[in-house]
């Protein structure tokens, strides 16, 4: 069946530098969709990928979907404290009918 | 309601009883997913409702497992014969668009079983 893997597991940053997170697919994705849930909460949706390529912006949050619609990736520029918890993609497969999420990985950003 | 409503919020149980775990949508929203969380874990799916029926329930780890949605609103995750590897956060998630659309979770029924 389709897996999603994510790394780093783990990232611990100081405040305001940069920090990445890469995901990857087993098989072609319709769309990817990237979630971030802080320590004791819920998932929250943060933006969703379809097309091949696409770029999308969030003020300090960048968000790519590879040509082969098989990765993603999320950067944060300059983090800050409130960045501070897990950030998941979840992707669909080509013919799926349901998310198929990434172990996370994990944002620690020191002050 | 406004969001995802879970109920129990925590359960603790022992092993070999019966659980039922309930999720209330936001209303209008016609897809329903129950996932579920292990610490230090990302979310795995267990079942996906479009309606009233199960469109996609390949989820299910065994037939201890089972949900409904009877009138396509309110849906209830039922395990029988509980066993401690069942110890997780029990999430479920509602969708306007299935998985064309955001998913918007409720804050999770954490399970213990003893």
């Known amino acids: 069946g389709q897996q999603v893997m994510q790394i780093p597991q783990y990232q611990h940053v100081q405040e305001g530098e940069d920090f990445t997170t890469y995901c990857n697919s087993s098989?072609?994705?319709?769309?990817i969709q990237w979630y971030k849930q802080r320590p004791g909460g819920h998932p929250v949706f943060l933006i969703q990928l379809v097309k091949s390529g696409e770029v999308k912006k969030q003020k300090r949050l960048t968000f790519q979907f590879g040509e082969a619609k098989k990765n993603s990736s999320l950067h944060i520029t300059a983090t800050q404290t409130t960045d501070v918890g897990t950030y998941f993609c979840?992707?669909?497969?080509?013919?799926?009918?349901?998310?198929?999420f990434g172990p996370g990985t994990r944002l620690s950003v020191l002050p | 309601g406004a969001g995802v409503s879970q109920t129990p919020s925590n359960k603790v149980t022992e092993k070999g009883k019966y659980v039922e775990l309930r999720c209330d949508p936001i209303?209008?929203?016609?897809?329903l997913y129950w996932y579920r969380q292990s610490l230090g874990q990302g979310p795995e799916f267990l079942i996906y409702f479009q309606g009233t029926g199960a469109a996609d329930d390949s989820g299910l780890p065994n037939d201890r497992f089972f949900a409904v949605r009877p009138e396509g609103s309110v849906s209830t995750l039922k395990i029988q014969r509980t066993e401690r590897g069942d110890s997780a956060v029990y999430l479920c998630?509602?969708?306007?668009?299935?998985?064309?659309?955001?998913?918007?979770f409720g804050e999770g029924s954490r399970l213990t079983v003893l």
């Open positions: 209303s209008g929203h016609t897809a």
């Open positions: 979840a992707g669909v497969s080509l013919y799926g009918q349901n998310f198929v």
């Open positions: 098989t072609t994705l319709s769309n």
């Open positions: 998630a509602s969708s306007l668009a299935g998985v064309s659309g955001e998913l918007f």
